[in-house]
């Protein structure tokens, strides 16, 4: 269970919540304390809309890497097998993924600004997807939406790998027809 693992010891799988915890809460202060009043509400829509971009990248990942890209297909089939084991990315990978595919980018193309504010949103939804997954999987307690979001991943879980991709929503399974109904034969 290294750097690079994908079963985490109980340690680094904690440490992946701190670290984005943490992330996000610096990259938040910072975009406050260096952004002009007047542009604040302009650079809280690029987070948003970096929030909402998370959302298609977690429905994307998930359908078209993690259950149809070799070799990262049958490294999420171990998830699969074992749902209540402590295995993802490692946190170096998903890092240097959304520094590489997120963050530099919008920094080259754009400004630090925009590309903060974007990637301050990417990493907000990442947080949210690992913390709705662990309790989806390991969470004994939770309200209305959580207990939702248990019963649509147990659908994914259950049916055959084709259905219910998201994991903190089920947006993007609604608008590629992947929520269940089409393949269940049922209308939308």
């Known amino acids: 269970m290294g750097l690079l693992s994908l079963e985490h010891s109980k340690v680094a799988y904690r440490a992946d919540f701190a670290l984005y915890g943490t992330a996000v809460a610096g ?3 910072y975009l406050w304390l260096a952004t002009p009043a007047p ?20 429905y994307a990942m998930h359908r078209f890497v993690l259950h149809g890209m070799p070799p990262f297909s049958a490294w999420h089939a171990l ?3 074992r749902p209540t084991a402590r295995i993802g990315a490692p946190t170096l990978l998903s890092g240097s993924l ?14 630090l600004s925009l ?7 990417v990493l907000a939804g990442y947080l949210a997807y690992a913390v709705t997954h662990h309790a989806v999987h390991h969470g004994r307690y939770g309200g209305h939406w ?6 649509w991943h147990a659908q994914h879980h259950q049916a055959g790998h084709r259905r219910c991709y998201g994991v903190t929503s089920s947006f993007w ?6 929520d269940g109904r089409a393949l269940l034969g049922t209308s939308p």
């Open 39 to 58: 542009q604040r509400l302009a650079v809280a829509g690029w987070v948003l809309a970096g929030l909402a971009g998370w959302t298609a990248i977690e």
């Open 115 to 121: 590309a903060c504010a974007f990637t301050l949103g």
């Open 79 to 81: 998830h699969h097998a």
């Open 27 to 29: 990259l938040a202060a």
């Open 173 to 178: 399974d609604r608008v590629f027809g992947t």
């Open 146 to 151: 959580l207990l939702r979001r248990k019963r």
């Open 98 to 111: 959304i520094v590489g595919m997120v963050f530099l980018p919008l920094w080259i193309l754009e400004s």
